[in-house]
């Protein structure tokens, strides 16, 4: 992932030139391979590039044949090749994936946003008029933020701290929106049918919806670098794997590096991910890679993840945290895309709590809603950690036709079901349960739902908790409210968080972004309706959801209650003699 930076209609001077340097710098880790800074009068388009595709020659911004239309953009279109052959009568500079886009602004006006297939955020400048438009993908799989400053300037960032210091006020910028000077405000050019929330009624196919995952990742496997697979053990993440692995050999990705995977998994000593990993990548035949952390490792980790993650989300913060310093050491090994299973638990109702939906309408609403709010969770998450040390992830259960196909099944399919053996994600494991061409073994493909920060070790959760109350009083907490009025942190934990997050942020704007609630088992606020036991174990943790996780917390205690112990250190994550990233 790139990081991109602009600032719209500022004075023009040297020292905002050399400001607007300086910040993007901030986004450095992002884009590690090369920076480029273009001026037109009062615009500023700033960019750190991370080269996936085209690395020779793929240096932003990109410009259209006359330079009149210059882009900065992070992301990446996996429909290019298809694009380019429509724009028959553009000539293009680059290799790159991204060259299209000035070239369909061109030939299409602001209309053509919806043609991109892929993810992005871009920022357009048309220095024939000094216009400009601002686009994010649908779902918000890349970062961006937009601010505005007291002398009239729009800005732009991958991430906060990219302007939070300069603009009087700033937000997220919603998914799925575009942004133009002309009509100065946004408008929503992602529509699909499921954003309406009515119940589907599409008959479920296993093998359409198979077909469309497999065409997800395939498209995905496009890349001029090295590249690997994050493999937890868990059936999303061994599902893209095992397309991956059965796929890879022709494409051109295979000529270059070779058709033998690299995956790669982190975890606590003896974690319940290590092992699952270990099975499906020995099945699958990958080069696999297992790191290893401790719960101090983490804890002396949290501060980096904070500032960025730029959250105070306590889900989000406790599976960063293991992502990121995992990010960390597959970069040292040479590699610089991975394809990752975020998305799965949020098309398909993965989340242990949907075993208490009470019915198909209020199952699919629910799964609306957390695909919407994908871009606060888990979609931040697997940007921002791998981000910070110039890695890129990519996120097929994501991909737009695929989210089209999956979220028009009858939702009665999804429903968990005991009495005719549907566990969460039925219709997806049923979907690759292939008994002549297997994709995972049969244990595999259908082990319950383990979040991610669980399943790197249970003692993660509960090291966390024991370090946050050793920091934060109970007189703190009982003054939570005047010090936090806007989502008043609610445990020790969280408390301790947000205490990070204001000295890195420490503006209103910053902390207004991050979601807020009740919550179980990662459901949003609604879904706590669900079930009256639930609302005395409001816990992100898929243990909090009583009856239903295999090693759920007893309800007579409640789960911010339970006693917590700190593993004992060891040297964090020892490096893997002899790897090397090749065919």
Known sequence: MCGILAVLGCSDSQAKRVRVLELSRRLKHRGPDWSGLYQH??????????AIIDPASGD?????????????VNGEIYNHEELRKKLVNHKFRTGSDCDVIAHLY????????????????????????????????AIGVTSLYIGWGLDGSVWIASELKGLNDDCEHFESFPPGHLYSSKSGGFRRWYNPPWFSEVTPSVPYDPLVLRRAFENAVIKRLMTDVPFGVLLSGGLDSSLVASITARYLAGTKAAKQWGSQLHSFCVGLEGSPDLKAAREVADYLGTVHHEFHFT????????????????TYDVTTIRASTPMFLMSRKIKSLGVKMVMSGEGSDEIFGGYLYFHKAPNKDEFHQETCRKIKALHLYDCL???????????EARVPFLDKEFINVAMAIDPESKMINKDEGRIEKWVLRRAFDDENHPYLPKHI?????????DGV???WIDGLKAHAAAHV????????????????????EAYYYRMIFERFFPQNSARLPVPGGASVACSTAKAVEWDATWKNNLDPSGRAALGVHLSAYDAETPFNNKPSKIVESIPLMTEIPGVAIHG
Request: with cysteine; aromatic share 12%.
């Open 41 to 50: 009068g009062d615009c500023y388009l700033a960019h750190q590039r991370l």
């Open 60 to 72: 932003q911004p990109l410009f259209n044949e006359d330079k009149s239309v210059a882009v900065t």
């Open 106 to 137: 061109e030939e299409y006006g602001e209309d053509f946003v919806d043609m991109l297939d892929g993810i992005f955020s871009f920022v357009l400048l048309d220095t024939r008029d000094n216009s400009y438009i601002v686009a994010r993908d």
């Open 295 to 310: 719960v101090q490792d983490g804890i002396d980790a949290i501060e980096d993840v904070i500032y960025h993650i730029e």
């Open 381 to 391: 998450r697997a940007n921002k950690a791998t981000s910070a040390w110039g890695l």
């Open 445 to 453: 493909l259908y082990r319950q739902k383990e979040q991610f920060s």
């Open 457 to 459: 070790g249970y003692s």
């Open 473 to 492: 009083t109970d007189k703190m907490m009982l003054n939570a409210s005047n010090i936090f009025p806007h989502n008043t942190p609610t445990t020790k």
